[in-house]
């Protein structure tokens, strides 16, 4: 892979973000509305980090590759904010309404549990309560804050 980079807007821009993740491109807009010069490089061939659907399972079959956070993107005060400009713009989610989920390995096989995160923020800090009891409105709490 060949990487360009543009060297007149990299010395023309005040504010230098290096990868395309959510976050960054978050930060850049936030910076941008400010009337910051952001500058954002990406090393690959897409924008959105590990945010990305592939066919890697077999031909039609389309998996989120290492995306699993982002329902929290989804669910969180940037994507709101920026939700009807996003959309304008393109950008598609196509989810379920439980796309994530973890296990939890216990001490026997009966012990086990697995907790779900949801595209509704209510029913994952019930979730994540349900497991650790106070734990999902310290996640609502984490969450409002970004």
């Not at 993740?21 to 400010?34: F, I």
């Not at 390995?105 to 979730?127: C, H, L, N, V, Y």
Request: net charge positive; with cysteine.
């Amino acid at each position: 892979m060949q990487y360009h980079v543009n060297y007149t807007k990299l010395m023309n821009a005040y504010d230098v973000i290096i990868g395309s993740g959510v976050n960054a491109l978050t930060a850049g807009v936030v910076l941008a509305r400010q009337g910051k010069s952001v500058a954002i490089f990406e090393r690959n061939d897409w924008l959105g980090g590990n945010i990305l659907t592939e066919e890697t399972v077999f031909p039609g079959f389309k998996t989120d590759i290492l995306s699993a956070y982002h329902t929290m993107f989804v669910t969180g005060p940037a994507y709101i904010k920026f939700k009807e400009e996003l959309t304008a713009n393109g950008l598609r989610y196509r989810n379920t309404p439980a796309p994530t989920a973890s296990s939890m390995p216990g001490k026997s096989p009966d012990d086990a549990k697995s907790i779900i995160f949801f595209t509704d923020r209510q029913k994952t800090i019930a979730e994540v309560n349900r497991h650790t009891p106070g734990n999902g409105n310290m996640v609502n709490t984490v969450v409002r804050a970004c």
